[in-house]
Nanobody, 130 residues
């Protein structure tokens, strides 16, 4: 049984940082891609970032480039992190991690399309507010 568990969310002031871990069990991440998605109240879900479990190639949405970093733990190989710096109020939402199969493109091995992901976590709330 595949399970994904996110944590690390909370309330943070604009300009602050958070790190969101996603722990995956039930499969080996070497053969999959892992994505982070977020959904704000009243808005559609949007892709934030993704990483290939095999070659560590990454993709970022333009809205988070230079501020967010996705990585896979070299020691805890079942864990993927989303490091979020310089947070803005528009980053507020429920953040979900998801696992899917690789999709080779000219940019890498993953895409920020939710329909390409098969397994999802319950999410963790991130609120950026003063």
């Amino acid at each position: 049984q595949v399970q994904l568990v996110e944590s690390g969310g909370g309330l943070v002031q604009p300009g602050g940082s958070l790190r969101l871990p996603c722990v995956v069990s039930g499969l080996t991440l070497d053969y999959y891609v892992i994505g982070w998605f977020r959904q704000a109240p009243g808005k559609e879900r949007e892709g934030v970032s993704c990483i290939s479990g095999k070659d560590r190639s990454t993709i970022y949405d333009d809205s988070v480039k230079g501020r967010f970093t996705i990585s896979r733990d070299n020691a805890k190989k079942d864990t993927v992190y989303l490091q979020m710096n310089s947070l803005k109020p528009e980053d507020t939402g429920v953040y979900h991690c998801a696992v899917g199969t690789p999709v080779p493109t000219s940019q890498g091995m993953c895409v920020l399309a939710g329909r390409r992901y098969d397994y999802w976590g319950q999410g963790t709330q991130v609120t950026v507010s003063s």
